[in-house]
């Protein structure tokens, strides 16, 4: 767009020269007119060289990771999978209660991932996470018990990153709320471009950390 104005630019001052000197006739046009197009010329031609320069410069090359699909950034390994109907809660709620229970069953999945990309990524998106069951019904993540998880963890919590770099591993948590009779269950991103089978979704509950 930059580079369409700069060169419009140019043309309609050399379009201004071209009907001056057509005033006077096209057969006497005069040296010096001609002379000031092709100086009007590579005016242009200068400006196109400018334009394309400073857009090379300015344009990225690639995206960030954070607007990359999510399976070109992270690749995901589940090291544990945990069933429980309730956490702690960080605070309590207005009513006063102090946990965060399942209206199913809680599925906590432990993860060890690593950022695949060419530059560090300032947060791990678990909220991008899904567990889909053998019927095609998704679950997106319950973010208190999520965070009640993590905060419990301490191995998790004390050793949250500052970046994600690239090729490091690091340990992440992330918990659904499903029907407690759930099985055949696979953890996915929500755009798909990430699938991982959880191979031990059994029922069951554990007790909460």
Do not use: K
């Amino acid at each position: 767009m930059l580079r369409r104005w700069f060169v419009a630019f140019g043309l309609v001052g050399l379009v201004g020269t071209l009907v001056g000197c057509g005033s006077s006739g096209r057969d006497d046009l005069r040296a010096e007119s001609w002379a000031t197009i092709t100086t009007q010329q590579q005016q242009v031609v200068a400006l196109q060289t400018q334009v394309a320069g400073i857009e090379a410069i300015v344009r990225p090359s690639s995206p960030p990771p954070e607007m990359m699909d999510f399976g070109r950034v992270w690749t995901v390994e589940v090291a544990a999978i945990e069933r429980t109907s309730e956490f702690p809660r960080l605070t309590p709620s207005e009513s006063g209660r102090t946990t965060v229970v399942a209206r199913g069953i809680f599925v906590v999945v432990r993860m060890n991932v690593v950022n695949v990309s060419t530059e560090p990524v300032n947060s791990f998106a678990w909220w991008d996470l899904r567990l889909e069951d053998n019927t095609g019904r998704t679950f997106s993540p319950n973010e208190l018990a999520t965070e009640s998880f993590v905060t419990a963890r301490s191995d998790i919590r004390e050793n949250q990153p500052d970046e994600f770099q690239p090729r490091l591993v690091y340990e992440q948590g992330v918990v659904f709320d499903v029907p407690a009779d759930e099985v055949e269950l696979t953890l996915r991103s929500d755009d798909g471009t990430l699938t991982v089978p959880l191979l031990a979704s059994t029922p069951g509950a554990t007790p909460a950390p």
